[in-house]
DNA sequence: CCAATGTAGTAAAACGTTTTACCATTTTAA
DNA sequence: TTAAAATGGTAAAACGTTTTACTACATTGG
């Protein structure tokens, strides 16, 4: 039946060799210490043989190091995240490391419990999307010496690193091109938080249509509120109300589903006399009818350079100081059909 | 600086008390070992004081048991899997659980290694989406005493615990739904495997064919072309040369979307005169113009039935055998405007 | 010839728990 | 009165590694 998996004390028993010695050997500082060709040679054969693996945990306990990374997001269920998961996975399998993701649901205590509970659990780095009053917990978990990435967003006056896009120049080319395809009245939907992604973004459109010689027209929604009534209800009004506007600008993903089907619950018609731009992209905006421009984030290139900086962090040594490091990436303009005028 | 986290031992020196009644009182044995009130009240004030957390590591390493589980699935960035993973994760972290998220791209390699690597991290349970050629891998973990819980496909022959829907009735009632509505040359586009999911899904859509006295089309794709131009052009074959198919039903998610980027490639108001129905549902097919008609799996369920199921298994006393449990769900088919003739 | 150095390893502590087996006392029962 | 049982604990082994500090012997240099 279930049998013991091999341990190193199994090998020394049947080599007749000291624990240390296989210990040293099996983690390559045989040469290092002067064990002998043959016996170096013994112990990997035999290790190889019965395929003896390291007990990660007891190695764990040893070394304080656990070989899990923890990705942090709002919401696994969402693409968005859950694309970005996708790539941070495989790289850190191709590296020993395993993820463990969750979901923060942007609300502060329950990152606050996520935190504590894996840094308990000692997991070697966090890559954090954080949501907006962690500041002060990332700092400490970065004081005590924890690899921390941020992605998507990053916090005013903390020196932290992290991945992000231009969203400032993303939102004002966004809005550029909303403008320059003629339309005169552009709404800016957005979520009510002091998060700076979110606050670039509007900057970038408000400066845009300022530069325009537009008004600008901005709602901003509770991030609870979207999905309910009252969510709803706002971006009814907006539409409905102010008759004059003719094109809107949604600053993130999940604003835009919903978004998308009040337009539709509105009128089936109007989809096709608003002009329509989003920021992140996804795979239905394509198909639909009309398809969807979008202000596409680069999810691979996040994904990869949020592991660059990770892997830099992780083999940092104990003294040696690593330079902040943060990288800006740009966001492409996908223009399709829903941002064109009069289609 | 970076200051240890307080150990049993610690507490031990500063209560003057035994390591070992430490131990007990702590796992809420205390009364059980007969010891007495007072020290119990002592040992858990100051440990509450101090806010000692067990180590984990050296708990799991004592005891076998990591508190991990992992959830393997096709791709974690398909909003299918994403979803339930989001299910599966609220539910673990409620009692204590992290999971572990990994894709397995339905390769057979990759399930495996993934397996053995995760065997050998000794996490607690697997709740796995199975790639179809890994029935023995799964039957040794078994044997080796792991839960194991699969979803949403299950093997032949192999008895284990699993959560499905009716997949071979929701096919069948999907296919006379469109039936119902006056299509008359419906076609299935399935994934050419031989998994048992899909196999039912086959079986229920010819058998409403056959009983309405009609002729079935089915086209199989290997899982690899789906998004490479050899399966593109499959399916435009389809819809084009046999110009009689009125209506299609794709029998998975991933299928629907690269078809529908096709249909609209071939003609853009095609889709308006072809009936569409789809295995699993999707945010945006309610907002797609037409929207989708789709059969839509009972995700939240599904999600707390597989971890009812892995808590059962997770309990479980070494000796006692506990009984197969396998669930079948009912699927919800959800018409929408595409399944209807003539919009 | 003797001290220093090199070679080829090994013993044992440590990581932080859980758990088995034990030990004094005291109480109970016959 | 005395053996058995209950009370209130504790010592120490064990989980499987890594790593520090050692050892015994051989070689070298002066």
Redesign the pocket.
């Known amino acids: 039946m279930k049998q ?2 091999p ?3 199994d090998i020394a028993k049947a080599l007749n ?5 296989i ?2 050997v ?2 390559g500082k045989g040469e290092e ?4 060709k043959e ?1 170096i040679k013994k112990i990997e054969d035999y290790a190889e043989e019965i395929n003896y693996r ?2 990660q945990i ?2 764990s ?3 304080g190091k656990s070989k899990i990374l923890v990705f942090m997001v709002e919401d696994i269920g969402n693409p968005f995240f859950a694309k970005i998961a996708r790539i941070i996975e495989e790289i850190a399998y191709q590296k020993g490391y395993k993820v463990l993701f969750c979901s923060t649901e942007n609300n502060d205590k329950r990152s606050r419990e996520l935190i504590t509970l894996f840094h308990e659990r000692q997991v070697d780095g966090f890559i954090v999307i954080p949501s907006p009053g962690i500041q002060k917990d990332i700092e400490n978990l970065i004081k005590s010496d924890v690899p921390v990435v941020l992605g998507d967003r990053y916090f005013k006056g903390s020196p932290m690193n992290h991945v992000v896009i231009d969203n400032y120049g993303a939102s004002k080319k966004g809005t550029q091109h909303l403008i320059d395809n003629g339309f005169k009245n552009i709404a800016f939907i957005s979520i009510d938080t002091k998060q700076m992604q979110m606050l670039d973004r509007a900057r970038g459109y408000r400066d845009a249509v300022d530069e325009a010689g537009l008004s600008n027209q901005v709602l901003e929604l509770s991030f609870d509120d979207i999905r309910k009534q009252k969510g709803k209800d706002s971006v009814k009004n907006l539409l409905t109300q102010k008759e004059n506007i003719d094109a809107v600008f949604f600053s993130t993903n999940y604003l835009t589903q919903t978004a998308l089907e009040i337009i539709k619950d509105i009128d089936p018609k109007l989809i096709y006399n608003l002009g329509i731009l989003t920021f992140d992209d996804n795979d239905f905006f394509k198909i639909n009818t009309p398809s969807i421009s979008a202000v596409a984030q680069p999810l691979q290139e996040m994904g990869e350079e949020l592991m660059r900086i990770m892997f830099k962090l992780l083999k940092k040594t104990k003294d040696k100081e690593t330079p902040l490091m943060q990288t800006v990436l740009e966001a492409t303009l996908t223009p399709r059909d829903s941002s064109k005028r009069n289609t």
């Open positions: 013991k998996r341990s190193i004390k060799v000291s624990i240390t010695t210990s040293f099996l983690n210490r002067k064990i002998s016996v390291p007990n007891a190695q306990l040893r070394t």
